[in-house]
């Protein structure tokens, strides 16, 4: 016994096969009868007399392919591929016949021989026991076909349906309507171009009706004789029945025979009725079963979206939970009178930038914000703006130190068309583009000299001339300036104009580091790791004391940026709460030695900060013998920062403490 399933031209079908040999080609004495061009007319065997399986091919014109090899001759076993042509036969199963397996094949024969009715009425539970079995409408329908030409004796076997009722009055359209679901020949194979070979004459008749039809010779048969499809198709033995779902006719039935007149009779229409209705009773179950299927697929479907969007919902609340925490610690101590929200932080240090841009926003003043890499300079620069006359005017920025010198000088004061190779169309440059509004050049510091020339000329006159052009245009633009240089020592070394660096340093806003506001530092975690968390897509990880406690101790040459990738890679590192062996080993390792109680490392967070800041001062002015200024460098603060945080303290009166000058 082998199983085997032939696909052709995208539709598949199954069939059981017995020994000795399986002969499969083109002929129709074949037991698979093959329709194609590409295969002979007897093209291969496969001989089951022994164990197992062989295929051998007869000598056919285009070959037999095994498993992607071409071969004569060859062993068959479970799962092999087969390829004549351009069809594909698969071997589903080899064995020894089940009882399940011999009473599916025994549909064919079920009424051929039986002695009486009690055995018909066997035969026919046993049918019905199968088809109410069979839920998948893709196996159901050619096992309805399948065994209706077994019942019945036929050659072949047609299932017509359509989607929708058809009532009494139905005409041609309501034919047209229906497609042919299954065409199978008495050996299970599939028919090709089923529409084509079926008496569409018939089945309009019982659609019409609503009765089934049986004729015992088709061609003599007066009911039939205006039908050309009888003689096209040399029908001789029909029955066709309604199928009825639900009390509307759903499809049709159609079994014939071309090659004997008589094959049915007229009792075999009531076997063939019931079994039409045990079909459509079938159908209607299968139906059934695939509108729970999918009702089942959507309410699963369903349930994984809400579990998402309450993952999501929960996300953004705990995300604006911890913003919310950010806001009402940055607002636990008295803010500026502006809005300054995007820069978070509630230290002294803060403080005291904020009230310097209170004082100065409102002013059209040029304005030199300086600090270290990564203070915040830029934000700075978008909060005078904001909070400024020119908030609703332009506000562009451009970093000097990104853009070579060749194309700085273009991209600030533009360039005509044709002014040099490239330059297919004129182009405006950023001062035109912030034409009444602010202009904030970061990195002003690393201006080449000639550079430094032409802006000082352009502030000076209030006008710029475009590269290759004559022509001058009139600007109105606020300079907001920046660089992590200190200025006044370029300007003293030579390397930046003194003329220039007045004219941009009429006001100015230090940015302090983030050595100099400890005490933001768990603030600007929890900000930045809920925003990291944001832009990830994922749930922001829990901050524990003992991990704001290393940020605390950690110098951050990097300033609020290096802090900030720290925070991205904890998001990806830690799903739920970061442990302190995820910090990088940058901050493990270069933690500030802190000699304040466990105590207090234990309590409150803002008392060990402030711990941690009183005994490292104190630390570095014994090292330093009371030099203020070696003790700044030694913290890797500013000596001006050094003498707030004494006063904060209250360690100005301290015996060891003493003036070293200016750091």
């Not at 049918?127 to 309805?144: H, N, Q, Y």
């Not at 970093?399 to 194309?407: D, K, Q, V, Y």
């Not at 207090?600 to 203020?628: P, Y």
């Amino acid at each position: 016994m082998i199983r085997l399933a032939i696909e052709d031209q995208g539709n598949r079908r199954e069939g059981l096969y017995e020994g000795p040999q399986v002969r499969i080609g083109r002929a129709p004495d074949n037991d698979i009868c093959l329709a194609s061009g590409l295969i002979s007319r007897n093209h291969c065997h496969i001989d089951l007399a022994g164990e197992g399986a062989w295929l051998e091919d007869l000598g056919s014109a285009n070959g037999v392919t095994v498993n992607g090899l071409k071969t004569r001759g060859a062993p068959l076993a479970q799962g092999d591929t087969i390829e004549l042509g351009q069809i594909t036969i698969s071997v589903v199963e080899i064995g020894a016949r089940s009882a399940e397996l011999e009473e599916e094949a025994s549909f064919r024969t079920i009424l051929s021989e039986l002695p009486d009715e009690r055995e018909k009425l066997r035969a026919f539970a046993r049918v019905t026991r199968e088809l109410s079995k069979e839920t998948d409408k893709g196996a159901l329908l050619p096992l309805i076909v399948d065994t209706a030409i077994a019942l019945l004796g036929g050659e072949r076997g047609f299932l017509l349906q359509s989607d929708q009722a058809i009532d009494d009055a139905a005409s041609l359209s309501s034919l047209d309507a229906m497609n042919v679901h299954v065409a199978r020949s008495f050996d299970g194979a599939e028919i090709a171009l089923p529409r084509t070979r079926v008496s569409l004459g018939i089945v309009k008749r019982v659609l019409e009706s609503g009765e089934p039809l049986v004729s015992l010779d088709a061609g003599q048969d007066q009911r039939l004789e205006d039908y050309a499809s009888i003689e096209e198709l040399k029908l001789k033995s029909v029955i066709c029945l309604p199928v009825r779902v639900e009390g509307e006719v759903r499809g049709v039935l159609l079994v014939d025979n071309r090659m004997r007149q008589g094959a049915f009779h007229e009792e075999d229409v009531e076997i063939a009725e019931l079994f039409a209705d045990q079909a459509a009773i079938a159908m209607q179950n299968s139906k059934r079963v695939d509108e729970l299927r999918m009702h089942a697929e959507r309410i699963e479907s369903s349930r994984k979206e809400i579990v998402a969007l309450n993952a999501e919902l929960g996300r953004k609340v705990r995300d604006q939970g911890a913003e919310l925490a950010v806001t009402r610690a940055s607002l636990g101590r008295e803010r500026a009178r502006g809005d300054y929200g995007a820069i978070v932080g509630a230290s002294d240090a803060m403080r005291r930038v904020f009230s310097e841009l209170d004082r100065i926003v409102e002013s059209e003043l040029p304005v030199l914000i300086s600090g270290e890499s990564g203070t915040g300079k830029e934000l700075a620069a978008r909060a005078i703006h904001k909070n400024g006359p020119r908030a609703k005017r332009p506000f562009i920025s451009e970093n000097c130190a990104a853009i070579p010198e060749s194309l700085l000088e273009s991209e600030l004061f533009g360039h005509a068309k044709g002014a040099f190779t490239g330059a297919h169309r004129a182009k405006r440059g950023l001062f035109e583009a912030a034409d009444g509004g602010t202009l904030f050049l970061d990195e002003i510091g690393d201006m080449s000299p000639a550079m430094q020339k032409k802006l000082l000329r352009v502030l000076q006159e209030g006008e710029v001339r475009p590269v290759g052009s004559d022509k001058v245009v009139k600007v109105d633009v606020r300079l907001l300036a920046a660089s992590h240089r200190d200025l006044s020592a370029h300007v003293r070394e030579g390397s930046f104009r003194e003329d220039l660096y007045y004219r941009i340093h009429v006001l100015n806003v230090e940015m302090p580091s983030l050595r100099d506001r400890v005490e933001d530092i768990p603030l600007l975690a929890e900000h930045l790791l809920a925003r990291a968390a944001r832009e990830a897509g994922r749930e922001a990880p829990a901050l524990p004391h003992e991990v704001c406690a290393a940020l605390s101790a950690y110098a951050w040459p990097g300033n609020v940026r290096e802090l900030e990738n720290e925070m991205r890679r904890l998001v990806v590192l830690s799903p739920e709460q970061v442990e302190l062996s995820s910090l990088s080993d940058a901050v493990l390792e270069d933690r500030r030695p802190t000699t304040a109680s466990p105590e207090l490392i234990e309590g409150d967070l803002r008392a060990t900060v402030a711990a941690f800041e009183r005994s490292a001062i104190e630390g570095a002015l014994s090292e330093a013998e009371g030099n203020k200024s070696q003790a700044a460098r030694a913290l890797g603060i500013s000596r001006f920062a050094l003498q707030r945080k004494l006063e904060k303290f209250g360690l100005e009166g301290a015996e060891h403490s003493k003036d070293g000058g200016e750091a």
